[in-house]
């Protein structure tokens, strides 16, 4: 079932518009779902299909306004131009993954990586995490799975876990770089709110 939907949700869907910083909606800690229906498989499919659109390798679900404990993860999908400066992409070699209520059971090592946001657009700054984690979740039907990761998988876990804390890759930065970007982002709001 689940993997039948995974197969069928890949390149289609609504695009949702992406919130940036800084959107109250990213400082909030986000619900527990409890409610496995047609309505939450539609928003994961739509969350998959904005994250592939963008394109990122992760989005969470207060990334477009919704509250709740959900994330959708492809570190593995190419993306390749159909022909030089056309603007136009190929996605192929999907993996898609969806987490629900996700809870770390092991958190093990150190790993230091150059992060982005969708939400914080412009920003790679090297963030520390661990290296290698356990993740006990629900499926799409609400099926309790278990998942160990490392390497790019464990750390975009983090990185989308992070959010449904409320927590920006910027809240890990040192309080200097944190103040730093957290202007740059504001002024760039405020810019933009003037592009009609
Ligand atoms: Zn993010």
Sequence with gaps: M???FLENYKLEGESLPIKTYPDPVLTKVAEEVTVFDQELQTLCKNMLYTMYKAP?????????GVSKRIF???VDYERDETEEDSGEYLLSEFNPRIF???TFKEKVGETTYQEGCLSLPGIYEDIKRFESIVVEYNDVNGELKTMDADGLLSICI???NDH?????????MSKLKKSFFK??????????????
Excluded: C, Y
């Design 72 to 74: 959708v993860i492809d």
């Design 158 to 160: 983090q990185h989308e």
């Design 100 to 102: 629900i209520n996700p």
């Design 56 to 64: 990122g390798i992760g989005l969470a679900a207060p990334q477009i």
């Design 2 to 4: 689940t993997e039948k």
């Design 164 to 172: 449904l804390d409320g927590i920006v890759m910027i809240d890990r």
């Design 183 to 196: 202007k740059k982002l504001i002024k760039a709001k405020k810019e933009a709110s003037h592009n009609l």
